[in-house]
């Protein structure tokens, strides 16, 4: 009885534990999709383009990276309610019913996040294009004013005609910036026509001004040093902006001393943004550049206010930022040197060796402990951006490292007790070696179709048949020892085993099963190909040789007569080929990518027209040969018969005429008489 109590007891304390970090974890990622779905509402019931597309575009792209980073958060929100469910034994509906709401939640967000970035994306597109063409005119407009200005300097030239041919070609390309800037401005919105507007009306003024220049050849001033400012302003506003945007949080420049170089060229700017105030006397000019020149100053005050405030937190913590950048750069080269060791370690390891690199780990450990602490430390004072991807490569390195040296110490000691620690690091590395395995056999580099680069996909299965051999032998001992690490553990750590395995035992199973399948499809794929390139090579080669023969035959005809003749024999098995090929091509192009499909395509109708070709002239030239036949046979037939009436005829002519007696001459013209009707 004491005993259920306490079972029942521990179960309790692991439900509500569970319960916690499950409400934990439900809260936050709700909490963050309600602040996504609210912004995201407000922001996109703008009518038509957003008035700061940039800004909005970054957003949505930072909200889909954010989806991203919350993924893991999902899925983790899914196992503590599968572990859970699994201590409430079949009482877990609850439990259900808020994973089911948040699964909804997330897809509603995530879905609404992703077409609104794609609707920006789609205007960013537009806009650029606009931009594109705006930006060519605006060349040709300049060049032009260099001209103009030669020709004012150094007196009239045969360029003044080129640039007048010119601007009839340019008035064409100004017809569509307006088309385009018109059909923008009147679908887009009201934020389109504010920001398009004054671009066309720019781009108007100068293109007017430039013909007006070039019609009547007379000279004007240029915007040439009011353009170069503006574009130096927005690079220099950009630049500014995305400092603030990183606000108190510490970057390495930080810790540099020469951190305003770039001082002297902003205050030169801004002094060429005050002259030009007084030097431009249009009132609208001098006006747009009052206002870059006072956001200019703005931003840059902005900026070195943060940079002091950033200055002095990277002062305070500058000998613990240096310690640690020093020691995990160091470790992380002690690292690759361990790599390597354990990569030329032999097969069986040596003991000496094996045991030496054990005695580094250990001892390294205590130094990784300590570079944690410093992360922690800095990450306190404001420096997480900083410290956390170093952190992270320098965590994940260890684990990739010490997961492959640790079967050789099983190997080389298999009587030495492996701690919890070590098991699981394996485990991790394991686990992260078959994914990047799997991601091989699934990525689109290498699959995007099942035709697709055939040497390629097989330089990719034999690199994943050594990756796999190399594997099984570590995969299949750390399975073996899954009973005896259990065994020893505490609940929550056999817990992180037991699912540890069973991810390994699934992903192994089914990286496995995956490689056979591509394997055994490569295999038929390829067979099938190779048939296919024989088919047609073969199919190609008889083309040729047809297509070769009619032409000689053209100027030499009797000398291929026979070549003519065995080739037209040759057309019904040919025939067999091509539909052998054309069937072939079908299936292969149905499971090819869409370019690959449309060259096989455009390959097979090529291959279909010449084969017609040949085909007709080979039977065109087979009809005019019968023909010559039979009117050759009707020739020789009519000269047989004129011969014989010759015969005859000179057989008439050859009687003697005897005047004495009439009556044989009489019958002597009879017969000639005869002879004349028969005439052939």
């Keep these: 009885m004491g005993a259920q109590v306490t079972e029942s007891k521990l179960e309790l304390e692991k439900s509500l534990k569970l319960s916690r970090k ?28 957003p008035s700061d597309l940039k800004d909005e575009v970054a957003w949505a792209q930072s909200i889909h990276g954010e989806t991203e980073r919350h993924q893991p958060q999902l899925q983790a929100v899914v196992d503590l309610a599968e572990a859970l469910k699994a201590v409430l034994r079949g009482h877990g509906g609850l439990v259900d019913d808020k994973v089911s709401l948040l699964h909804c939640n997330w897809i509603a967000v995530t879905s609404r996040a992703e077409e609104w970035l794609n609707l920006l994306l789609d205007y960013q597109q537009q806009m650029h294009k606009l931009d594109g063409q705006i930006q060519e005119v605006n060349g040709w407009i300049n060049g032009a004013e260099r001209q103009m200005n030669e020709i004012d300097s150094q007196g009239p030239s045969d360029v003044l005609k080129v640039l007048r041919a010119e601007l009839e070609l340019t008035r064409g390309k ?41 019609t009547s050849g007379m000279m004007a001033a240029s915007a040439k040093e009011l353009e170069q400012y503006h574009s130096e302003a927005q690079v220099w506003l950009e630049l500014l902006e995305d400092e603030v945007k990183q606000g108190e949080n510490l970057k390495e420049e930080d810790f540099l001393e020469d951190k305003d170089c770039e001082e002297g060229a902003v205050k030169e700017l801004l002094l060429k943004g005050e002259s030009l105030q007084k030097r431009v006397p249009d009132l609208d000019k001098r006006e747009e550049i009052r206002l870059k020149h006072n956001k200019l100053n703005m931003k840059y005050n902005i900026v070195k206010d943060l940079r002091v405030l950033r200055n002095r937190k990277a002062l305070a913590i500058a000998p613990q930022w240096y310690q640690y ?22 097969d069986p390891p040596e003991g000496e060796r094996v045991k030496e690199i054990g005695s580094e780990f250990d001892k390294k450990k205590e130094e990784l402990k300590e570079v944690q602490g410093l992360a922690n430390q800095l990450s306190e004072a404001g420096a997480t951006n900083l410290v956390e991807p170093r952190q992270l490569q320098l965590n994940t390195r260890w684990v990739e490292v010490e997961g492959k040296f640790i079967p050789f110490k099983r190997q080389c000691f298999p009587d030495l007790q492996i701690t919890e620690d070590e098991y699981i690091t394996e485990l991790q590395a394991l686990l992260c070696s078959v994914s990047e395995t799997d991601f091989k056999l699934n990525s ?88 296919f390139v024989s088919d047609q090579k073969e199919l190609e080669e008889w083309l040729n040789d047809a297509e ?24 019904p098995l040919q025939e067999a080929v091509l539909g052998r090929v054309n069937s072939a091509g079908v299936d292969i192009n149905q499971m090819s990518t869409p370019d690959d499909a449309l060259q096989l395509q455009s390959q097979l109708k090529l291959l279909n027209t010449r084969w017609a070709n040949v085909c007709q002239q080979l039977n ?44 044989h001459i009489r019958d002597t013209l009879g017969k000639v008489q005869v002879c004349v009707e028969e005439l052939p």
């Design 620 to 663: 065109k030239r087979k009809r005019r040969s019968a023909e010559a036949s039979t009117l050759t046979a009707e020739v020789q037939e009519n000269v047989g018969s004129m011969l014989g009436w010759l015969d005859k005829a000179e057989g008439v002519l050859a009687i003697p005429l005897q005047p004495a007696e009439p009556q």
């Design 22 to 49: 499950l409400r934990k974890e439900l809260n936050g990622l709700t909490e963050w999709l309600a602040a996504t779905d609210a912004e995201l509402t407000r922001r996109s019931a703008v009518d038509g383009m």
């Design 325 to 346: 950048r020093r020691k995990s750069h160091d470790l992380l080269a002690w690292l690759d040197d361990i790599q390597r060791r354990v990569d030329l370690l032999p």
């Design 174 to 214: 100004m017809e569509e910036v307006r088309s385009l800037g018109q059909e923008l401005m009147s679908t887009r919105g009201d934020n389109c026509q504010a920001q398009v507007r004054p671009k066309l009306e720019q781009l108007n003024h100068r293109f007017d001004t430039i013909s007006q220049r070039i």
């Design 444 to 531: 689109p580099e290498y699959w995007p179709a099942a035709y697709y680069n055939m040497s390629q996909q097989e330089h990719c299965l034999k690199d994943v048949k050594g990756n796999i051999d190399k594997l099984r032998g570590p995969v299949d001992g750390v399975l073996a020892h899954r009973k005896e690490m259990m065994s020893g553990a505490r609940p929550l750590e056999g817990q992180r085993i037991q699912e540890s395995v069973n991810l390994l035992s699934i992903s192994w199973g089914k990286l496995n099963k995956l490689y056979q399948d591509r394997q055994k499809r490569w295999q038929d794929c390829n067979s099938k190909w190779q048939k």
């Design 548 to 571: 070769g023969t009619l032409k000689l035959a053209e100027s030499n005809p009797l000398a291929h007569r026979q070549h003519l003749r065995d080739l037209t024999e040759e057309i």
